[in-house]
């Protein structure tokens, strides 16, 4: 029998305070729950198994931080069981909204009670490290069953596919939403052909970017003065460039990572990201508002 990895700690229990306050409402718009597993199982076989980071723990560091909103998504350690992320929604009191992992078959009943939840899109990885993505063509077929439920699709994927997979996210009946900034290598600037292809499809609004992940697409420098400069550059660019087309997500509790990244130092990079009073109210506020719905 194949031993059980030892769980490893991901996120700082806690992390630097920042060094301005964020505005009302502000969101983070990308975090995961895991466990705590006696109740919410990981899928068996994991090579990499992340330690307990349950809600409790996530609604701590949000109001040590100051954000008021924020949107779980689903992680593949918990496959398509999405009771964690249920449970964090229910206890959010409407603060915290969802983002599912389904089968690309999945009905609508499914798609509806979900809805009825508080899940406002679907996600599905074309990420190496998490096996095949989904067939496109189905995927694109999904996209007419979501548009009933006024849901959105995200789509994690190697920054190369981009050239190949755009094309065809161009067929969605809904908004695409792209995360970390499509895993491009950020150390090789904006002139890269991966980051100008994101430009291209963020060129039609009905793309979206989570400028979430400087950490993971300039990783190699997490301890720059300023840190992570490659990957605010990349942000900053798309903050300025497609304004009201970005949301930020702190991405905790950092699974699959390098390296344990401090999520004040991430807070404070936002100032670095979205340099006016506008562009940090539209990134953490406006933008999440419109593309999630906040009720409350």
Not at 32 to 51: C, S
Not at 61 to 71: E, I, S, Y
Not at 169 to 192: C, E, N, W, Y
């Amino acid at each position: 029998m194949t031993p059980t990895p030892t769980p490893v700690q991901t996120y700082m229990t806690t992390p630097s305070q920042p060094g301005w306050q964020l505005p009302a409402h502000a969101c983070d718009a990308h975090v995961h729950v895991f466990g705590p597993t006696a109740r919410f199982p990981y899928v068996p076989g994991l090579q990499k198994v992340p330690a307990d980071a349950p809600k409790e723990a996530l609604f701590a560091w949000h109001q040590r931080l100051g954000f008021a909103r924020c949107v779980v998504v689903q992680s593949a350690v918990h496959g398509m069981d999405n009771r964690v992320v249920e449970e964090t929604l229910q206890a959010g009191g409407g603060r915290y909204l969802g983002v599912a992992l389904v089968p690309v078959d999945v009905g609508l009943p499914e798609l509806q009670r979900l809805a009825g939840l508080g899940f406002r899109g679907v996600r599905f990885n074309f990420m190496k490290h998490l096996g095949a993505g989904a067939d496109p063509q189905a995927l694109i077929a999904l996209t007419h069953r979501l548009a009933d439920c006024q849901m959105h699709l995200q789509v994690h994927f190697e920054s190369s596919l981009i050239h190949t997979l755009g094309d065809v996210f161009k067929q969605s009946a809904v908004p695409v939403v792209i995360d970390h900034m499509a895993r491009v290598d950020a150390t090789l600037g904006a002139q890269h052909a991966d980051f100008q292809a994101l430009c291209h499809l963020l060129d039609k609004p009905m793309f979206h970017v989570k400028v979430s992940g400087i950490d993971r697409i300039d990783e190699k420098v997490p301890l720059a003065s300023p840190p992570y400069p490659h990957g605010v550059a990349l942000a900053k660019y798309l903050v300025d460039t497609f304004p009201t087309q970005c949301v930020w997500g702190s991405d905790w509790p950092h699974p699959n990572h390098t390296h344990v990244p401090d999520d004040g130092v991430l807070t404070d990079a936002i100032q670095r990201i979205a340099t006016t009073p506008a562009l940090v109210q539209a990134l953490l506020v406006d933008n999440p508002q419109a593309l999630y719905r906040f009720e409350h």
